[in-house]
């Protein structure tokens, strides 16, 4: 099968946070990741990615990563930041932040 589906609240440790559920879609050209999240806490909910090379948006709703598009689900984004972490003073990695807009209960994103 080319979906799979689990929870993953248990790795976050937060009361507040009754189910994370992430499903993957697999194609021979790209990967969706849908996240169904179950969160009655008052704090904004932030989907980060973790990438080695530096995202580059592209317009709203994609982001380039490397040889990589990005498109994300819009509707349920607040903001998008970009940051570089390094370490020992030299670039590590890249994060890309989606802080969902308050009450959003699903976030999506391709990469293909």
């Not at 990967?31 to 169904?36: G, I, L, N, P, R």
């Not at 990438?51 to 709203?60: S, Y």
């Not at 209960?105 to 391709?110: E, G, M, N, P, R």
Request: charged share 25%; glycine share 6%.
């Amino acid at each position: 099968n080319d979906t799979f589906t689990t929870d993953i609240a248990g790795a976050y440790g937060i009361a507040e946070l009754h189910s994370l559920s992430r499903r993957f879609d697999c194609k021979e050209d790209s990967v969706t990741v849908c996240d169904t999240i179950s969160y009655e806490g008052k704090g904004k909910i932030t989907e980060r990615l973790v990438c080695a090379f530096e995202p580059i948006q592209k317009n709203e709703g994609i982001l380039s990563v490397h040889n990589c598009e990005i498109a994300y689900e819009k509707e349920n984004v607040a903001s998008v930041s970009i940051a570089r972490h390094t370490f020992n003073g030299k670039p590590d990695c890249f994060t890309i932040d989606f802080e969902l807009k308050d009450g959003a209960q699903s976030f999506t994103f391709t990469v293909k």
